[in-house]
């Protein structure tokens, strides 16, 4: 059927619709439906544990209870910027013992594991490092659930801010029972009454009012109050989770961060989930595989196994993951590649469906003041996930209005490369480098197919930029 047949179809069924636009899911089987068709809509993940059932792995197999232990909570910290988190994650891990035991150098690898006195038993905490609720959401988005509580910190002499709302609507929307660590207590003007009273309007009710949440004072600076706010961490844990996992199988989690290194090339931290990771496994990770050849933790120890909620980090990947994909191990290299391969071409496959003719950003301003395009289409790339992360969330935060949509259709770790730029080709987007350059070969390319490629190294000016040439091109509202 040619589109202009679909648009009378659609318009018949009381739907406005024009060639280019995108539709809805329910549109879409409404549309079907009249031209005779079902349609079925897969989603990614769907589409994924297909994939992986052709390799006889299945994601949903019943577990044993028998072969359950305990794991570690996992936990991120979360709330309003300047209330105390990155001091909080540091005091939790210079207070952590094992770590100053080890006499290693800690390093930021994304996650590390403390160990607390809980009832006279050793219990572990593993903690994700990158403060904010943008890493949380990036993953949720990708269907990884890495999470069991949140800390949220409020800053006693701040109170509840616009981002306490946001970080714990994140956390409420996904179901993660929160902690209130109200931080600062030891600051003139502190008052933590009032930050238990502001947060029960949002569900968060103090245990001293009645309700269920812990609400703890604390002093990061001080280093005062850490030990409690664990206890209460691992209370809400056993409150309302069961927090179990076979360590008996071969692994399954999560990629947390990922990195390319100039001397030992591709460096994931992954959190395990389930399963033991050993030394040595073939792991597929998105569409990285390759065997472990090294496992470290985070004080920088090599490991030979990794249990149920360890985050470690790994060498031997293919490519730098994203984060948020999940890792398993498989049988065999083989398979690994064979998914990891499979994988891409999907993508691949998606990125080309979506394709035509390339732009340049001022292009795009002035197509966009003659009403001809209505996308700014762009593929992000930087040194670390977690900057591509952050502009990512940054950039899709920007207000544009109704008339154009910002879509990222791209993103990875790493140089520009000749791929990113046959992508921008087909795609008519613009790539934008975050602390990286291009490959000489990209570069040539990118110059004989006029891809718009703009280098960052402060993450706000790119958000300026592209904010502006959104804007730029809205027309004036009289
Ligand atoms: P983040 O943006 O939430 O990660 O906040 P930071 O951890 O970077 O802290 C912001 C500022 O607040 C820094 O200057 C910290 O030194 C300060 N700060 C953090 N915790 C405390 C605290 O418990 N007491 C006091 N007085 N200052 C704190």
Redesign the pocket.
Known sequence: TDPTNLVTILFHLGEMATITQSLDEDTFRVLGEELGYRIEIVSPEDEDRELLETFDIDLDEEEDEENMSPRPPVVTVM??????????LDAIRSSNVAARESGGITQHIGAYQTKVEHEGEERAITFLDT?GHEAFTAMRARGAKSTDVAIL?VAADDGVMPQTIEALNHAQAADVPIVVAV??V??EGANPQKVMQQLTEYNLVAEEYGGETMFVP?????REGIDQLLEAVLLTADAALVLQANPDKDARGIAIEAKLDKGRGAVATVLVESGTLRQGDAIVCGTAHGRVRAMFDENGEQLSEAGPSRPVQVLGLSSVPRAGDSFLVTSDDRTARQIAEKRDAVERAAQQARGRKRISLEDFTKALEEGKVDMLNLILKGDVSGAVEALEDSLLKIDVGDEVDLRIIHRGVGAITENDINLATVDSAIVIGFNVRPEAKARDLAADEGVDVRYYSVIYDAIEDIESSLKGMLKPEF
Request: hydrophobic content about 30%; cysteine-free; charged content about 35%.
């Open positions: 709330g309003h910027v300047d209330h105390g988190k990155t001091k909080l403060p910190v931080n600062k030891d600051k604390i002093s990061a600076l001080k």
